[in-house]
């Protein structure tokens, strides 16, 4: 099955932010030597696993809406500024592409995007019977896979409540 790339077009179908020719030119200029040997196949796989993580992870957090309903992914956008300039509404960010490529090579790499979570709760750690005394291991709940350098690539296309139930309060 062939890959998909959103162009900007608000596809039904796409199913990746970038291609394979420009994951394989970017990561061969920052020096990412374990994607170029990758089948064509398996680096296919990592960019549709990269926008799943994207399309799960920061859809509640863009700025602006979607330009069409039936648009398989999140970009393209309108109402979208970054830097006080508008982006258009026809075209995929270079940062958002890029990011897609960065989570890609991790993918490739055989990193989990999206790892279960072993909460570790209510697993004892060490029970004394003498005066009472039960510990358990740390609540990892907020273990949460986070990908720093993407969320910060990502940051100025977040909107102003930069994520899903909050809101921006500006005093006056």
């Not at 990561?27 to 064509?40: F, K, Q, R, S």
């Not at 994207?54 to 957090?61: C, D």
């Amino acid at each position: 099955m062939p890959l998909i790339i959103e162009t900007g077009a608000g596809l039904p179908d796409a199913d990746s932010y970038a291609s394979v020719a420009e994951a394989d030119r970017q990561l061969a200029a920052l020096g990412v030597t374990y994607w170029a040997p990758l089948d064509e196949s398996d680096k296919e796989v990592a960019l549709r696993n990269a926008t799943r993580f994207m399309r799960t992870n920061y859809r509640l957090r863009w700025a602006g809406q979607r330009v069409h309903q039936t648009q398989a992914l999140d970009w393209p956008r309108y109402d979208v500024c970054v830097d006080g300039w508008p982006v258009r509404s026809d075209v995929v960010p270079t940062e958002v592409v890029s990011a897609c490529i960065d989570l890609a090579a991790r993918a490739g790499r055989g990193e989990q995007l999206m790892p279960d979570l072993d909460t570790g709760s209510n697993v004892v750690k060490r029970d004394k019977t003498g005066p009472l005394e039960t510990e358990y291991f740390q609540n990892t709940t907020e273990a949460r896979e986070r990908f720093v350098a993407v969320d910060a690539a990502l940051a100025p296309f977040f909107g102003a409540t930069g994520g899903a139930g909050m809101i921006k309060l500006v005093r006056g």
